[in-house]
């Protein structure tokens, strides 16, 4: 079932207020001068890059720098990888090793960083592109015609959505899935001729809008109706996308919570936007160059960060750091800015916690002990239909079972984060009857006092 939801606000955000109270340290991360695509969790930077390419063309390979060590490494070196994204300790992005070049059949695949593991996630030689991550769900399309989800917690595959025209650009965040659905024509007007009744189509025009699926509740739901949406991203109950509505680009975010619509930019040359936090990111072409702009939700600010006439692409951020692909005289690097200023770093909670016991006879009562980071809010399910909210909660498990509990740590707008344990409990053991005892006892003195005769 598709919902069509009314928008209900046009209010532009960011009109020109520029915020002059930060401070923006740029940092130029490659030298290589064939690097793009970059993408960035904490620490850790990485992008494809055809250093090794010698002049083919073809030959990328995905590296890495960590801010942490000041350290650059080559993570993949298939000679094929392309369009990396990170989330944690994992890195996932398309590739065309097995012979399925990438304008051909690539494949999915995922390298953990903690564990030097490398997985292919698909293995149909289908068309799968467009790969992103979140915790322990990658998403991806597939021949570009529907959204594919694999679950590495349960190594399974599942369709989110499918379409008889196109799929492009999908998101992933908490319970949310979004993408761009590409319908091929739509009449935009139609004439009949009065005295024979034909049709005659004076126009057609390819629509592109913005549709999201949610985990939890099995849902889709379309959000942009007029035809011109594309590239979402998502951060939390937000997400942003940029929309030619107005005969110009702009950047708009659509609020899951509250289902409404609000225009970010009014200059009419935004695309290509990220969010995280109360940030959202974008290129902007209105000083006749593409620059990399910033808008804070909270302070309804705007910083400009570059002011150059190279071509920048690709913008990702994570807390305050921004990078994206500078491109300057035939070549092409990544470059980072920090922001710092008067605001406070968004620090997202990380969830964690431990019990005194994880097994027991019934009834087990079970002390819990938060260890999350950056918390302020504790929402625990006990896995058996009860919950708490306080911090270090106790609970007693009446009935015999496998229990999951699952803590949920959050910091006010600055996000959630889950954890779960297992608790086992036993039926306690059947006390032996003392009279069954006494019998024991007498056996073992009747055998011994003949045993003595």
């Not at 001068?33 to 390419?53: C, H, M, S, T, V």
């Not at 319908?183 to 189509?201: E, G």
């Not at 800015?337 to 008067?342: E, L, R």
């Amino acid at each position: 079932m598709v919902t069509f939801l009314i928008l209900f606000s046009s209010v532009a955000f960011a009109a020109t207020v520029q915020d002059t109270s930060l401070t923006i340290t740029k940092t130029q991360i490659t030298t290589s001068g064939l690097a793009e695509r970059p993408a960035i969790f904490g620490d850790k930077i990485i992008w494809q890059d055809y250093r090794n390419d010698n002049g083919t063309g073809v030959i990328t390979d995905i590296y890495m720098y960590n801010l942490s060590t000041s350290k650059e490494i080559q993570v993949i070196t298939s000679g094929s990888a392309e369009a990396p994204v990170i989330y944690n300790d994992k890195i996932v992005w398309r590739d065309g090793r097995n012979g399925n070049f990438s304008l051909e059949k690539p494949d999915i695949y995922v390298y953990d960083l903690s564990t030097h593991k490398e997985t292919r996630v698909t293995t149909n030689g289908s068309y799968s592109t467009s790969p992103t991550i979140y915790k322990d769900r990658i998403v991806w399309t597939n021949y570009s015609s529907s959204v594919q989800m694999y679950n590495l917690s349960t190594n399974q595959e599942s369709q989110i959505a499918n379409s008889e025209s196109m799929i492009f650009s999908p998101a992933n965040y908490g319970n949310i899935i979004a993408w761009e659905d590409f319908h091929v024509f739509r009449d935009d007007n139609v004439q009949v001729d009065s005295n024979t009744s034909n049709f005659s189509t004076h126009k057609k025009t390819p629509t592109r809008d913005i549709c999201f699926y949610d985990l939890s509740t099995h849902k889709k739901t379309q959000i942009t109706t007029d035809g011109s949406a594309a590239h979402p991203a998502i951060y939390e109950d937000r997400i942003v996308y940029y929309d030619w509505r107005n005969g110009n680009w702009d950047i708009y975010m659509y609020n899951i919570s509250t289902s409404t619509e609000t225009r970010v930019t009014t200059n009419g040359s935004a695309q290509d936007p990220a969010i995280y936090g109360n940030r959202i990111v974008w290129v902007d072409g209105r000083n006749g160059s593409s620059d990399i702009y910033v808008y804070d939700l909270s302070t309804h600010k705007e910083i400009q960060i570059t002011n150059s006439e190279s071509s920048k692409e690709f913008p990702a951020i994570y807390e305050n750091k921004i990078v994206w692909e500078d491109a300057f005289n035939g070549s092409s690097n990544i470059y980072m800015c920090t922001i710092s200023g008067d605001e406070p770093e968004i620090k997202t909670p990380v969830a964690n916690f431990s019990s005194n016991v994880t097994s027991g006879y019934a009834p087990l009562s079970v002390q819990f002990t938060d260890l999350s980071e950056n918390a302020t809010g504790w929402n625990w399910n006990f896995g058996d239909r009860t919950n708490s909210t306080k911090r270090n909660p106790t609970h007693t498990y009446s009935a015999t079972g496998k229990y999951t509990v699952t803590l949920t740590a959050s910091n006010g707008e600055n996000g959630t984060d889950i954890k779960t344990s297992k608790i086992k409990v036993q039926s306690a053991p059947r006390p032996i009857p003392s009279g069954f005892n006494l019998l024991i006892l007498g056996i073992i003195v009747f055998y011994l006092f003949r045993k003595s005769t």
